[in-house]
């Protein structure tokens, strides 16, 4: 399943984004962003003392996920949330979301999985890193739909959608696709890692595929849900 509903939205219909970290692509987007709409409203998550060249941009150091998961309701004034931090976001967010009512661990990726999938990577535990691309993408792309900014060769299927047919061990896959609001920089919207995590919840007795992808890459974790014992508190 492609958590996915919403397609991707014209970048005048956006204005509020929360970029979570502030290294080389956080900056990229900040800069990227204001000079595409010198009114947007940015805020900025960093754990790390940051300094943003940008005017009007909203800077909070504490860590990322921590603070999305506080801050993150249906209900908050943000359009585009851009992951620009080494971890999976939407994977930790939705483990810290469920981190008090089930164990998360990682799955032992089988090798016919990845033979299944484009120029596989394997990453920490469960975890593995994909691509249609052999090469280093520019920072720019565009992301055009039917044709390679590199290669100027036809694209193959969305990586997204690639992903979400991908069967494994009677698991289930759940695919957040990263839409691309300015060339080189995607981002998440919030209404799809809310619906990710209601249909992880909704599958929490299957093997979990969890990946976001654009059409170009992806990062995926396979994790299996075990219930904590309840426990009487005194």
């Not at 860590?63 to 620009?84: F, Y």
């Not at 990453?123 to 280093?136: M, P």
């Amino acid at each position: 399943m492609v958590k996915n509903k919403q397609q991707s939205k014209p970048f005048q219909l956006l204005n509020s984004f929360w970029i979570i970290g502030a290294g080389r692509f956080g900056q990229i987007a900040v800069e990227r962003i204001a000079v595409k709409n010198p009114d947007a409203l940015i805020t900025v998550i960093e754990e790390q003392p940051i300094e943003i060249a940008s005017k009007g941009v909203t800077t909070i150091r504490q860590d990322g996920i921590q603070w999305l998961a506080d801050n993150l309701t249906p209900a908050s004034p943000v359009d585009v949330i851009v992951p620009a931090i080494p971890v999976h976001v939407a994977v930790e967010w939705i483990k810290y979301n469920l981190q008090n009512k089930y164990n998360i661990n990682p799955i032992i990726i089988q090798d016919e999985w990845l033979d299944r999938m484009p120029h596989p990577m394997r990453g920490g535990a469960g975890q593995v890193y994909v691509s249609h691309a052999d090469f280093l993408c520019p920072d720019n792309c565009p992301e055009p739909e039917t044709i390679c900014t590199h290669t100027g060769k036809p694209r193959p299927t969305d990586l997204f959608r690639l992903l979400a047919a991908v069967d494994f061990a009677n698991g289930w896959p759940v695919v957040l696709r990263s839409h691309q609001i300015l060339p080189g920089v995607g981002g998440i919207y919030p209404q799809d890692l809310f619906d990710a995590l209601e249909t992880v919840i909704h599958h929490r007795s299957q093997p979990l595929m969890i990946a976001t992808a654009c059409r170009c890459h992806g990062v995926i974790d396979f994790i299996q849900l075990k219930p904590k014992p309840f426990q009487l508190h005194e």
